[in-house]
């Protein structure tokens, strides 16, 4: 994965695509970052991890820019989430999404609200990087709460 950003890196440079080199670059300059603090080369997972963060923090300003009434910014992060929605895994639908959740709570058999670590540890493993790992988390506190 790392080789593809650096290969998309360039040919945003060679077609002077100045908003998705300016994205790819930040993107770099995190995934570099987080090598040097984990002193360690990232694997495919850690760099999906990085850019699921990266959107995390569009999705935010985007509902503080809606309330600033700022439509060119929020223009702008939409543009750049739908460049690093590129490097990201297929998300799963809603539904494939429910059958995991109701497979933890059938191996798990979660009772209240203090299991709650349980299933995300269980979940997060295999749905990481493909689902909102807040939407599920609201799912699941929604059906231990009934």
């Given at each position: 994965?790392?080789?593809?950003?650096?290969?998309?890196?360039?040919?945003?440079?060679?077609?002077?695509?100045?908003?998705?080199?300016?994205?790819?670059?930040?993107?770099?300059?995190?995934?570099?970052?987080?090598?040097?603090?984990?002193?360690?080369?990232?694997?495919?997972?850690d760099i999906i991890g990085i850019i699921?963060?990266?959107?995390?923090?569009?999705?935010?300003?985007?509902?503080?820019?809606?309330?600033?009434?700022?439509?060119?910014?929020?223009?702008?992060?939409?543009?750049?989430?739908?460049?690093?929605?590129?490097?990201?895994?297929?998300?799963?639908?809603?539904?494939?999404?429910?059958?995991e959740i109701d497979k933890a709570f059938?191996?798990?058999?979660?009772?209240?609200?203090?299991?709650?670590?349980?299933?995300?540890?269980?979940?997060?493993?295999?749905?990481?990087?493909?689902?909102?790992?807040?939407?599920?988390?609201?799912?699941?506190?929604?059906?231990?709460?009934k």
């Amino acid at each position: 994965m790392k080789e593809q950003i650096l290969d998309d890196l360039k040919n945003a440079m060679k077609s002077q695509d100045k908003e998705k080199l300016s994205v790819i670059r930040m993107l770099k300059g995190a995934i570099q970052m987080e090598e040097l603090n984990q002193k360690k080369e990232l694997q495919d997972d850690d760099i999906i991890g990085i850019i699921a963060k990266q959107i995390k923090t569009r999705k935010e300003s985007i509902l503080e820019f809606e309330k600033g009434n700022r439509q060119d910014l929020i223009d702008q992060a939409k543009a750049e989430i739908a460049i690093l929605d590129e490097y990201m895994p297929e998300q799963l639908s809603e539904e494939e999404v429910i059958k995991e959740i109701d497979k933890a709570f059938e191996l798990l058999n979660p009772t209240n609200l203090s299991d709650m670590g349980k299933i995300m540890g269980y979940l997060t493993p295999i749905l990481k990087g493909k689902a909102d790992m807040g939407d599920i988390s609201k799912m699941i506190r929604e059906r231990l709460a009934k």
